[in-house]
């Protein structure tokens, strides 16, 4: 039969249950329970839903159980069906004893804690959510599948690896989407639909000299066909999966030179694996052109830089990425299958397109660029062919709502100007465009269906941007005007305006924050105490822990996920060791998750189940924040990041400079160090200075990223060296892993 999970033969030992209509209440159910053996004695045992398989040839309908009785937890068998069993041990760590795992193992391993922590059924209020989406959108519209399968040249292989044969990115690992023709129990069906179209991978015929390779990477890799050479449109996120996009389009088509590489954007997936499709020594000969627009570089200093430590920890959360793939788990990222794990490389531009709109021909090929800046990214632009009629929207429209601000945090973009730029782009070439590609999801064809997605999307960001206006001019606070705001039948209705990726909710606030800031207005939030002081009170208040678990068990079987999610949150910041309250609360972050149309809102409470229920994985600072990267930086912004690192309180009452000399690059610099601050000048030497550090361009950047110090042979000293030596020891190394879900004070 089938198992309710995952709605498929299992060889799951539980029989059939009979149809709901054999009980009108839970009592007849406990009975049921108690004639088949599997009441677990005193105490309440609850169902919570049921939902009829549709490829159950026998007809039953599935039921799955959860006893709440006090020290009882679901177990979920090998093929994921819920059994029940009694958990045995304390409800509190012991003191001074933490959840931790490294390289994602549990501390505690003990038979009695390992069905706390497996992943649980869907709540049968997950199911009615579930079911109502089912019900609203047009599942037999095929047209996306129908794009997203044409021009299908070859298949893309579903693994790469690196040089170590490490696998770096793998669409084998969601192979589960092809087994089920609907969505399992545990995933929204409208996700369910955008997960199996991001499975369509492989080289791709847009039109006449027009290539994407698409589903190799979370981004696509657009291959134009010059007279002479190739020109790359976004090299993906990392140098393997650009290896293997470029590779696979060879298989197929002729083998040429690359020309040009083009940043459509300011995203690391549209710039990581540009050393997978040309070399620096190439690009420094002028053999190959690199293209940007304008404010590129500083765009990537800002968000990949200077914040580089906590967004790429936050986008832990966004992705999924250390979620394993599975019904229960990561099952897309709404943008693409996932994100590589490959490795990631810059080169700077050597050509930066200025003006609002530029036309070059680059290898007999003519691009009109259309600048963008601050939509979807600081520095972004459209491309149009003229020669074929194709128009490249970059990523400002998408087959999905796209984000105001990203969960991994960044500077909130403007909805506003954003409209406007696809307004612009009707204008300007709604009469002659044919197609319509992005770098994510598929392309579009015919005029009159690129002009109807083009329009939709104008119309879609300028809503949400002038109706959250309108209630905040309404007075309404940042989650009031989210909760109230929907989009009008008109948007909801289009698959390109589902919110797999960013949300009316979450965008709602980002325009919010865009205009008023973070300030609510309300004098009681102008000054709130910090997470876990707050919370140490409102548990207090709340009459304690005992008191507050077992009301948010009581709400939890409510399916009030939401607001037992809030107060939990309090528990397990006032208690960090508190293993009832984070079970609990892991289970209402998994609920949430498996309602979430969003696929980065589900990745983001699985991932906090996930950490509640195993601790925080351990990962060194390199793989936030490579040389690679820092290496194409100025030296400028390199001090900036030293600045960012310094800890004042090790330089008290210091105040002296010291100069640079880059000596592969013929720049100077001065560093001066005064109220536990560092600022610098460009193209300065100061002759008061306490010392000179004469060094190479890479030697500055190892140093800013922590991978190598002083005492290398690139690095001369003259003067002070211990003064030098005590500004380098006063650098934080931030902590790759901080906690999120629970108090910093509790890692």
Known sequence: MSCPLHRRTTSCAWPAVPTRSKWS?????????????????????????????????????????????????????????????????PGRLAPGEKIHAREGHMSNSAEAEQGRTDPKPAHAATLAVNAAMADALPFSDMQDFEDASRGLIAEAPRQVANADGRIVWDTAAFAFVDEFENAPDTVNPSLWRQTKLNMIA???????????????????????????????????????TARACIGLYFENRPERPVVAVIYSHSHPDHYGGVKGVVSPVAVAAGKVRVIAPDGFMEAIEGENVLSGTA??????????????????????????KSVTRGARSLIAPTQLIRDKVETHVIDGVEIEFYMAPDSEAPAEMHMYFPQFNVLNMAENVTHNLHNFCPLRGAIVRDPLLWSKYIGDAIELYGSKVDVLIAQHHWPTWGRERVLELLSIHRDLYKFIHDQTLRGINNGQKPSEVAEALALPEELSSQWSCRGYYGTVNHNSKAVYQRYLSWYDGNPANLHALPAVESAKKTV??????DAILARAADDFEK?????????????????????????????????????????????????????????????????????DLMQAMTVSTMLDFLGVRLIPERVAGEAYVINLKISDRSEELALTLSRGCLTHLVNKSDPGAVATMTLTHEAIANIAVGVSTL??????????????????AALDDFNPMFNVVTPLEAS
């Open 540 to 545: 207090d208040y709340m009459g304690g822990a």
């Open 711 to 728: 005492d290398g042979e690139e690095v001369a000293i003259d003067g002070d060296r211990e003064k030098v030596e005590a500004l380098f």
């Open 202 to 240: 492989g080289l791709f015929k847009v039109s006449e000299r027009v290539y994407q390779v698409r589903g190799l990477d979370i981004s696509n890799m657009t291959i134009i066909e010059g007279d002479s050479g190739l020109i790359i449109i976004d090299p993906v996120t990392s140098i393997e």
């Open 25 to 89: 209440s839970r009592a007849g159910m406990s009975a049921w329970l108690q004639a088949s053996g599997r009441s677990h004695g005193p105490g309440r045992t609850w169902w919570n839903g049921s939902r009829r398989d549709r490829s159950d040839p026998s007809g039953h309908a599935i039921f799955t159980f959860v006893n709440r009785r006090p020290g009882a937890q679901d177990r979920l068998c090998r093929c994921g069906w819920a059994n029940t069993i009694a958990t045995q041990g």
């Open 311 to 336: 967004t790429y920890r936050r986008a832990q959360f966004q992705f999924g990425t250390l979620l394993k793939p599975g019904p229960c788990s990561c099952v897309d990222t709404g943008l693409g």
């Open 559 to 627: 399916g009030e996920f939401r607001w037992t999610a809030e107060v939990l949150s309090k528990l397990v910041f006032a208690e960090p060791s508190n293993r009832e309250a984070r079970y609990l609360l892991a289970d209402t972050f998994e609920q949430l998750g498996y309602q979430a149309e969003s696929a980065t809102w589900r990745n983001a409470y699985l991932y906090g189940a996930q950490e509640l229920r195993h601790g925080v994985m351990e990962m060194t600072i390199s793989r936030t924040l490579g040389p």
